[in-house]
């Protein structure tokens, strides 16, 4: 048996609504690897996958900053305002999931915890760039 079948029924129940919570507000371009996170059978394994699906986060936003930039280049006040905004979003997300995530920060789920909440800013974040990117 693994570790999880090990667990309470409460830490179970709590690891299924992490899980449910990471599918539902998952966005659908990269849904795939966040459906592998559902058949996790321990939190190591679950905290595995969503770090994966947070690497690839990750990279869209950092494309589609990067194409703001592009878009700005002639503008180089614009980058700037760009770049600090951007700079500030990333310490918003880190403070704002530490404050979610403050009851939990001692727990054996701290990590996934921690990883639903940035995996759901970030999927708004990625929303907000798109909507930048499509409008002059």
């Given amino acids: 048996m693994g570790k999880f079948s090990l667990l309470n029924p409460i830490a179970k129940i709590q690891f299924g609504l992490i899980a449910l919570?990471?599918?539902?507000?998952?966005?659908?371009l990269i849904?795939?690897?966040?459906?592998?996170?559902a058949?996790?059978?321990?939190?190591?394994?679950?905290?595995?996958?969503?770090?994966?699906?947070?690497?690839?986060?990750?990279?869209e936003i950092t494309d589609l900053?990067?194409?703001l930039r592009v878009r700005a280049s002639d503008q180089p006040d614009r980058v700037k305002l760009l770049e600090a905004a951007h700079s500030a979003w990333l310490t918003f997300r880190d403070a704002e999931c530490k404050e979610k995530t403050f009851e939990s920060a001692s727990g054996t789920a701290a990590l996934v915890h921690m990883n639903a909440c940035l995996i759901l800013i970030n999927r708004n974040r990625?929303?907000?760039l798109k909507e930048s990117l499509a409008t002059p």
């Fill in 31 to 37: 849904a795939r690897p966040v459906t592998k996170c």
């Fill in 126 to 128: 990625i929303t907000e």
């Fill in 65 to 67: 900053v990067h194409s």
């Fill in 21 to 28: 919570i990471v599918l539902t507000f998952a966005p659908p």
């Fill in 39 to 59: 058949d996790s059978t321990t939190e190591a394994a679950l905290s595995s996958c969503q770090e994966q699906y947070l690497d690839l986060q990750a990279r």
